[in-house]
């Protein structure tokens, strides 16, 4: 009897010591979940609390913070076992897929899921299910959580998005009354102007996977990419009037995502729908969330090896607490929602956890055969003379996606696709090319990232249809059939070449670097010109919008005119050269008056209600976070009533927006402003606020088809049919050549074409007194790549897309195509810098 009271003793200290101190999220919190919002530190706090009580079987991973100095992290989940041997499973992991040197200890390893929350910050309800998880993978006696501890290594990401996550909920418990309002009309369900929903800066993460533009993305990848998960699971809300989507996904799907992966996306969703029948919960599968565009949280996961999947419960920012529903009649609260991730949650680990080794095993499959037998080209190169700066730029996102390249080595002639003719043609591979061989891990995410027209199953998609690589950063490129192994040699750094205190320094501009070298050395007060015509000095030729920095009208800076260009060249990896003379060999001399003497603007962008956020943050972001230049945000509706001040600026941007933005009652003032030398560049649709408007030179074009032809039997409308129709007027996301002129400075560093990606039809007629620097010609000469609606397609032809319109000493410059798209467009950013610093 002695024996056994010892044995019961034992066994009740150990289920003590496995719950030792754990609260529910309730007990921690002071309420119940979905009773409130909870901030983001409160989050954290629970996630440390747990881990507190569950030192052995948890690892919490800093890895970073956002702007606004919020902590990021996930926290690790396992038995006891997998924790203690976290760091061999994860370095097992990417050994065996040819990641990491050397050769996996073992080849039983547990499965390695990540579930990632909150993305969109006002899609709150999930950091809350996050709660809900991580206290249900703990409770005592539940041994469907021990079975997933036990076959997998569980990454939880409570927040990825903390800034607008705390944005929208600081904002929802200020305005929300003692009991929720569920009426659709009450404040708490209508957030202000910009919402939570995206960064600090505006912009949307969900989408920044692949291309990495944005803080919060590129210290999330950097440990992504420590792991390479086997499956991923998106979490997300959407209208609130939908009930729930979960995989297997819609139409079209990437050619290049296996039969596994399709396979086990089934699985899921069949144990996710299995969740959800036993509780009566609605849901829907393979509608509107396709597997496409490779930069959401499903597809670059998929295009990595693993399995990935987007969830997504009806609700929102603007359901609150809780909110009646029409289509539904009743009432959608926070709570059920809640309920809804978590379950799909704990339904996908589950799927997981029962075979785990089949997870593994197809995984490094995947990367087996993509380094032993890769899709697409074989070899990729990359011409790097005269684009130093792209090429600098293209290397930094493939090395932030550890796609392996190098260098040729060695002159050599070669046979490959142009990327620019888009035919195959004899090249000349120069020793420093940058080369990328497709023998590699990566190698299938390498050949989405550079091809140039994916197959699309489905015109119907979710986002957009083309994002060729080499396109979007302007790039001379060859794909080659046959396998061409790089070396490690790399481009050897260009310093200025210094001739004592030299008369001048030339810097090149051709690329969004350069930009970054205008921007600094103007703040630095240095007087800054730019050649307007080519020149030669020598056997050297300079391309229009060439920076010159002279000596002369900088003497007051002494020394520091050589140290501040010196530095900041150094910094940014921009070639200059430095020359004894103010004498060309051909061109202009550089006091002719054909050589520019450039500004330091001072910029403002309007931003507020009527502005569309993620136009105001591709413009905020990029002159913060690149240019590293002062730019004064201006809420058009702010409490100075809208004013403008146009003594106090040189340059106003307005991002697309509604036409309300400037009133009718500011325009006298804004001509006035025009006429005595002030820049207005208008972004997509603020170009209509201009279009057609007396005094303005913007014009649609007319629409010359009679409208009022009547129906007959060949063209009545089937009603199944009406979302494909609806595409007609589309263009998600194609690619289009435009033809640029690159003699105005608007053109300036470019050849005479642009690749743009074009997102919007619109229908705009060439300038009759303007300068059009870019525009579309016939379909045939123009299109490229990507989905575009047949009504979409006869608006491009011969069309503008960025013109220049004197207003006495001003400008207006219509940009009706957006070159900063996603800021990933990198090659449209030198564009939109000549708008701000070039066009005088």
């Given at each position: 009897?002695?024996?056994?009271?010892?044995?019961?003793?034992?066994?009740?200290?150990?289920?003590?010591?496995?719950?030792?101190?754990?609260?529910?999220?309730?007990?921690?919190?002071?309420?119940?979940?979905?009773?409130?919002?909870?901030?983001?530190?409160?989050?954290?706090?629970?996630?440390?609390?747990?881990?507190?009580?569950?030192?052995?079987?948890?690892?919490?991973?800093?890895?970073?913070?956002?702007?606004?100095?919020?902590?990021?992290?996930?926290?690790?989940?396992?038995?006891?076992?997998?924790?203690?041997?976290?760091?061999?499973?994860?370095?097992?992991?990417?050994?065996?897929?040819?990641?990491?040197?050397?050769?996996?200890?073992?080849?039983?390893?547990?499965?390695?899921?990540?579930?990632?929350?909150?993305?969109?910050?006002?899609?709150?309800?999930?950091?809350?299910?996050?709660?809900?998880?991580?206290?249900?993978?703990?409770?005592?006696?539940?041994?469907?959580?021990?079975?997933?501890?036990?076959?997998?290594?569980?990454?939880?990401?409570?927040?990825?998005?903390?800034?607008?996550?705390?944005?929208?909920?600081?904002?929802?418990?200020?305005?929300?009354?003692?009991?929720?309002?569920?009426?659709?009309?009450?404040?708490?369900?209508?957030?202000?102007?910009?919402?939570?929903?995206?960064?600090?800066?505006?912009?949307?993460?969900?989408?920044?996977?692949?291309?990495?533009?944005?803080?919060?993305?590129?210290?999330?990848?950097?440990?992504?990419?420590?792991?390479?998960?086997?499956?991923?699971?998106?979490?997300?809300?959407?209208?609130?009037?939908?009930?729930?989507?979960?995989?297997?996904?819609?139409?079209?799907?990437?050619?290049?995502?296996?039969?596994?992966?399709?396979?086990?996306?089934?699985?899921?969703?069949?144990?996710?729908?299995?969740?959800?029948?036993?509780?009566?919960?609605?849901?829907?599968?393979?509608?509107?969330?396709?597997?496409?565009?490779?930069?959401?949280?499903?597809?670059?996961?998929?295009?990595?090896?693993?399995?990935?999947?987007?969830?997504?419960?009806?609700?929102?920012?603007?359901?609150?607490?809780?909110?009646?529903?029409?289509?539904?009649?009743?009432?959608?609260?926070?709570?059920?929602?809640?309920?809804?991730?978590?379950?799909?949650?704990?339904?996908?680990?589950?799927?997981?956890?029962?075979?785990?080794?089949?997870?593994?095993?197809?995984?490094?499959?995947?990367?087996?055969?993509?380094?032993?037998?890769?899709?697409?080209?074989?070899?990729?190169?990359?011409?790097?003379?005269?684009?130093?700066?792209?090429?600098?730029?293209?290397?930094?996102?493939?090395?932030?996606?550890?796609?392996?390249?190098?260098?040729?080595?060695?002159?050599?002639?070669?046979?490959?696709?142009?990327?620019?003719?888009?035919?195959?043609?004899?090249?000349?591979?120069?020793?420093?090319?940058?080369?990328?061989?497709?023998?590699?891990?990566?190698?299938?995410?390498?050949?989405?990232?550079?091809?140039?027209?994916?197959?699309?199953?489905?015109?119907?998609?979710?986002?957009?249809?083309?994002?060729?690589?080499?396109?979007?950063?302007?790039?001379?490129?060859?794909?080659?059939?046959?396998?061409?192994?790089?070396?490690?040699?790399?481009?050897?750094?260009?310093?200025?070449?210094?001739?004592?205190?030299?008369?001048?320094?030339?810097?090149?501009?051709?690329?969004?670097?350069?930009?970054?070298?205008?921007?600094?050395?103007?703040?630095?007060?240095?007087?800054?010109?730019?050649?307007?015509?080519?020149?030669?000095?020598?056997?050297?030729?300079?391309?229009?919008?060439?920076?010159?920095?002279?000596?002369?009208g900088n003497e007051n800076l002494g020394d520091d005119f050589d140290k501040v260009i010196a530095e900041n060249a150094a910094r940014l990896g921009v070639k200059i050269q430095s020359v004894a003379s103010g004498a060309v060999t051909d061109g202009?001399?550089?006091?002719?008056?054909?050589?520019?003497?450039?500004?330091?603007?001072?910029?403002?962008?309007?931003?507020?209600?009527?502005?569309?956020?993620?136009?105001?943050?591709?413009?905020?972001?990029?002159?913060?976070?690149?240019?590293?230049?002062?730019?004064?945000?201006?809420?058009?509706?702010?409490?100075?009533?809208?004013?403008?001040?146009?003594?106090?600026?040189?340059?106003?941007?307005?991002?697309?927006?509604?036409?309300?933005?400037?009133?009718?009652?500011?325009?006298?003032?804004?001509?006035?402003?025009?006429?005595?030398?002030?820049?207005?560049?208008?972004?997509?649709s603020a170009t209509a606020i201009l279009a057609d408007k007396e005094g303005f030179g913007l014009k649609t074009k007319k629409d010359d088809k009679k409208s009022d032809k009547k129906a007959d039997a060949d063209s009545v409308k089937i009603y199944?049919?009406?979302?494909?129709?609806?595409?007609?007027?589309?263009?998600?996301?194609?690619?289009?050549?435009?033809?640029?002129?690159?003699?105005?400075?608007?053109?300036?560093?470019y050849p005479d074409y642009y690749h743009a990606l074009v997102n919007n039809a619109y229908s705009y007629e060439l300038l009759k007194e303007g300068w059009n620097v870019g525009y579309t010609k016939k379909e045939k000469e123009s299109y490229v790549?990507?989905?575009?609606?047949?009504?979409?397609?006869?608006?491009?032809?011969?069309?503008?897309?960025?013109?220049?319109?004197?207003?006495?000493?001003?400008?207006?410059?219509?940009?009706?195509?957006?070159?900063?798209?996603?800021?990933?467009?990198?090659?449209?950013?030198?564009?939109?810098?000549?708008?701000?610093?070039?066009?005088?």
């Amino acid at each position: 009897m002695k024996h056994l009271v010892l044995s019961f003793l034992c066994i009740f200290s150990s289920l003590d010591t496995f719950s030792q101190g754990l609260q529910s999220p309730e007990q921690f919190l002071g309420y119940p979940l979905g009773g409130r919002f909870t901030p983001h530190h409160r989050a954290v706090a629970y996630l440390e609390h747990v881990a507190a009580a569950f030192p052995s079987k948890t690892k919490v991973i800093a890895y970073g913070s956002t702007h606004e100095a919020r902590p990021l992290m996930v926290v690790a989940l396992g038995s006891e076992e997998n924790i203690k041997n976290l760091e061999q499973i994860r370095t097992d992991n990417l050994k065996a897929i040819g990641m990491l040197e050397g050769k996996p200890s073992t080849a039983n390893r547990p499965a390695i899921v990540w579930l990632s929350y909150n993305i969109h910050g006002d899609e709150a309800v999930s950091t809350e299910a996050f709660l809900k998880v991580i206290h249900e993978l703990f409770e005592k006696g539940n041994p469907k959580s021990e079975k997933i501890l036990k076959n997998t290594v569980v990454i939880l990401d409570p927040c990825l998005n903390p800034d607008g996550h705390d944005r929208y909920v600081n904002w929802y418990n200020s305005v929300a009354g003692a009991t929720p309002n569920p009426t659709p009309q009450a404040r708490e369900h209508a957030q202000p102007w910009p919402g939570g929903r995206f960064t600090h800066y505006l912009l949307d993460p969900n989408r920044d996977w692949a291309w990495q533009t944005q803080e919060i993305t590129q210290q999330r990848m950097a440990l992504y990419t420590q792991w390479y998960p086997h499956v991923h699971g998106d979490f997300h809300e959407m209208g609130a009037d939908s009930p729930y989507y979960f995989a297997p996904a819609a139409k079209p799907y990437h050619e290049d995502i296996s039969k596994w992966q399709r396979d086990l996306q089934d699985i899921i969703g069949d144990y996710n729908k299995k969740y959800f029948d036993q509780r009566n919960w609605l849901y829907y599968t393979r509608e509107r969330f396709d597997l496409f565009y490779p930069s959401y949280g499903d597809t670059y996961p998929m295009y990595s090896g693993a399995i990935g999947m987007t969830y997504e419960r009806g609700g929102g920012g603007y359901a609150g607490l809780a909110v009646e529903r029409a289509t539904e009649g009743d009432t959608l609260t926070l709570k059920f929602r809640i309920d809804n991730q978590a379950g799909a949650s704990i339904a996908t680990l589950e799927a997981i956890a029962d075979r785990p080794a089949k997870v593994v095993e197809e995984f490094v499959k995947y990367f087996e055969k993509a380094q032993s037998n890769p899709v697409g080209f074989k070899s990729y190169v990359i011409k790097t003379a005269g684009d130093e700066g792209k090429v600098k730029a293209l290397a930094d996102l493939l090395t932030k996606n550890k796609i392996r390249f190098g260098y040729a080595g060695k002159a050599s002639n070669a046979q490959g696709f142009s990327y620019l003719t888009q035919k195959d043609e004899s090249f000349k591979v120069d020793a420093e090319d940058l080369v990328v061989s497709s023998y590699q891990p990566n190698s299938t995410m390498l050949k989405i990232f550079f091809e140039v027209k994916p197959l699309l199953e489905d015109s119907v998609t979710y986002d957009i249809t083309s994002w060729c690589i080499p396109l979007a950063y302007g790039v001379k490129c060859y794909g080659l059939k046959d396998r061409m192994n790089p070396v490690a040699k790399p481009i050897s750094a260009s310093a200025a070449v210094t001739v004592g205190k030299p008369y001048a320094y030339i810097a090149t501009w051709q690329s969004a670097e350069d930009a970054k070298f205008l921007a600094a050395v103007l703040k630095k007060k240095i007087k800054a010109r730019a050649a307007e015509k080519p020149f030669q000095i020598g056997t050297q030729k300079y391309g229009a919008g060439t920076i010159i920095l002279t000596r002369a009208g900088n003497e007051n800076l002494g020394d520091d005119f050589d140290k501040v260009i010196a530095e900041n060249a150094a910094r940014l990896g921009v070639k200059i050269q430095s020359v004894a003379s103010g004498a060309v060999t051909d061109g202009s001399d550089f006091g002719s008056d054909f050589v520019l003497i450039l500004k330091t603007p001072r910029v403002a962008l309007l931003a507020g209600e009527g502005t569309s956020n993620l136009s105001v943050g591709e413009v905020w972001h990029y002159f913060e976070q690149e240019l590293n230049y002062p730019i004064t945000l201006i809420d058009p509706a702010g409490r100075s009533g809208g004013v403008i001040p146009f003594s106090k600026i040189d340059v106003l941007v307005v991002p697309q927006s509604a036409g309300t933005v400037l009133k009718e009652s500011q325009m006298p003032e804004l001509k006035a402003w025009l006429r005595q030398g002030g820049k207005l560049i208008l972004l997509e649709s603020a170009t209509a606020i201009l279009a057609d408007k007396e005094g303005f030179g913007l014009k649609t074009k007319k629409d010359d088809k009679k409208s009022d032809k009547k129906a007959d039997a060949d063209s009545v409308k089937i009603y199944a049919n009406r979302e494909r129709d609806a595409v007609s007027e589309e263009t998600p996301g194609s690619i289009y050549k435009f033809k640029i002129d690159n003699t105005h400075p608007l053109g300036f560093g470019y050849p005479d074409y642009y690749h743009a990606l074009v997102n919007n039809a619109y229908s705009y007629e060439l300038l009759k007194e303007g300068w059009n620097v870019g525009y579309t010609k016939k379909e045939k000469e123009s299109y490229v790549a990507g989905f575009v609606g047949k009504a979409a397609k006869e608006k491009l032809n011969n069309t503008l897309m960025f013109g220049v319109e004197d207003f006495g000493r001003g400008k207006v410059i219509y940009l009706a195509n957006n070159p900063m798209f996603r800021g990933f467009w990198y090659n449209g950013k030198l564009l939109f810098s000549n708008a701000i610093f070039m066009v005088n």
